[in-house]
């Protein structure tokens, strides 16, 4: 059975950081494109950061210069290292593996950045 499992979320002060991570199990996923996705309340959902097979990534304008991705081939596990955290962060982050004809989700995990 497919699983992916995030942890990291939590709460922490602007300008803080924060280490997520999806550990997937259930089959190999070093083929699979791996993104972190986050969702406000208000807003639509919105692609924060990719990273692909090959280690070509992609992030949001949004966060790029302070959100890095990376991923674990070995371990079936990507990350998801956010710095210069800013209120607007705030939301509920979910991770995603995907391929032609195939997505798997995380369950989601809570960033919240307040003082």
């Known amino acids: 059975q497919v699983q992916l499992v995030e942890s990291g979320g939590g709460l922490v002060q602007p300008g803080g950081s924060l280490r997520l991570s999806c550990a997937a199990s259930?089959?190999?996923?070093?083929?699979?494109?791996m993104g972190w996705y986050r969702q406000a309340p208000g807003k639509q959902r919105e692609r924060v950061a990719s990273?692909?097979?090959?280690?070509?990534?992609n992030y949001a304008d949004s966060v790029k210069g302070r959100f890095t991705i990376s991923r674990d081939n070995a371990k079936n596990t990507f990350y998801l290292q956010m710095n210069s955290l800013k209120p607007e962060d705030t939301a509920v982050y979910y991770c995603?593996?995907?391929?032609?004809?195939?997505?798997?989700w995380g369950q989601g995990t809570q960033v919240t950045v307040s003082s």
């Open positions: 995603r593996l995907g391929r032609v004809a195939y997505e798997y």
């Open positions: 259930g089959r190999n996923f070093s083929l699979y494109v």
């Open positions: 990273i692909t097979s090959g280690g070509s990534t």
